[in-house]
């Protein structure tokens, strides 16, 4: 059992849990997750380690509340316990003096974002960090970002703080404006990390994302979370979260992220509306 020591909100529908876990905090780097477990008949959830802290022995976990267990972790508080909490999994991320590093954040993606673009500045590269959000109350991790980073640029979509559009635009603006980077990070939601991926391809600059595929076990037993990088089928949970964006096939990512969710346009071959083809499987 893992005790919920603080929860506290970071944002609209985002919380913010301090978790007791001492063997996660003395084993955990910047790009691993946990796979965790609320009740005997719940799913498994992969979350990741947004920061981590050995010495007390507690791990940081910021999770929205999407689906049917994000919501009812929503409702657990401090002193509450989840089951189990399986980690750190997946392979850290490859950090090493490099340059100048943008991280490009979308959504709950800050919350991958941060303890990368931290050690990053540890290592001595420069930072540049990018969040992309729905709206000001969407944000969060400012402060905590703008500590580590040389600039900070925001993007909101209905413009209430920052550049109004997406973050994308302000990795063009930093493109088009000259300033070389040697290495983009992209976290956030499927169609932002494709479009970062398009535009550093076309600039040539190295970029990584962190996947988020469907997972169930989280131990590279079940094939969930396949996908395909380059001319190979690798499971993000023990071959990633992390890949080279320039090789990851984003259209089969995204049809199998909506794999499960209920058609409201019901299936192209039956005409039912049915769970579990999204209205993907004849597309
Ligand atoms: C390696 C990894 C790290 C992650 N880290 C975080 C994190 O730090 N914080 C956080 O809030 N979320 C994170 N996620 C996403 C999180 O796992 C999902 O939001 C969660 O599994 C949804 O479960 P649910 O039962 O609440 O939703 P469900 O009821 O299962 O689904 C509700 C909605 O959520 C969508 N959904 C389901 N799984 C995912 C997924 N993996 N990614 C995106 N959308 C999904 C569904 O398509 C559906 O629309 C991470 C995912 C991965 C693979
Ligand atoms: S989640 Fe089962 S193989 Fe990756």
Known sequence: MFKILE???AAHNVWKYVIAAPDVANKAQPGQFVVLRLHERGERIPIS???WDGDTGTITLIVQAVGHTTRQLAEMNAGDHILD???????PAIIEPVGTVACVA?????AIIYPEARRHQEVGNRVLTL???RSLDHLFYLEELSAISERVMVATDDGSYGHKGFVTDLLRQLVNDGIHLDLVIAVGPIPMMQAVSELTKRHGIKTIVSLNPIMVDGTGMCGACR???G??????CIDGPEFDAHQVDFSSLLRRSHLYERSTDGCKSTGKVEEGCGGQCHK
């Not at 909490?85 to 392979?91: A, H, I, Q, T």
């Open 131 to 133: 969040v992309g959000a």
């Open 231 to 236: 001319d190979e089928i690798r499971f993000c």
């Open 106 to 110: 979308g959504g709950v993606g800050t």
């Open 7 to 9: 929860k506290k909100a």
């Open 49 to 51: 380690i947004s920061d």
């Open 227 to 229: 996908v395909r990088v």
């Open 85 to 91: 909490l399986l980690g750190p999994l997946g392979k």
